[in-house]
Nanobody, 117 residues
């Protein structure tokens, strides 16, 4: 089993920056990749950024060039640096860990990010 916990959410003005952190615990050696998703009001959950155990990254189109994901394997943490924030980035941000065995995905409880104009 893997446990995932997010931190670092809050309120920020448009154009500002915020860093979210995700800490994994439990059977962390089984983790193959970690990712950030978000769900805005009335919207579906969408991929924000992902990183594999080998460090390969992938970003959602709406955040490319503004957000950066990084992973500290020694600390089992994944950070999401968000810059040039826009009001449309307002959402609950979720961290997800992926393992090769069922149930395959482990989600955190989410952290709220609010960007005001």
């Amino acid at each position: 089993q893997v446990q995932v916990a997010e931190s670092g959410g809050g309120s920020v003005q448009a154009g500002g920056s915020l860093t979210l952190s995700c800490a994994a615990s439990g059977s962390i050696l089984n983790i193959r990749g970690m990712a950030w998703f978000r769900q805005g009001p009335g919207k579906q959950r969408e991929l924000v950024a992902a990183i594999t155990s080998g460090g390969v990254t992938n970003y959602g189109d709406s955040v490319k060039g503004r957000f950066s994901i990084s992973r500290d394997s020694a600390k089992s943490t994944v950070d999401l640096l968000m810059s040039s924030l826009k009001p449309e980035d307002t959402a609950v941000y979720y961290c997800r860990a992926t393992t090769p065995n069922s149930p395959y995905y482990y989600w955190g409880q989410g952290t709220q990010v609010t960007v005001s104009s």
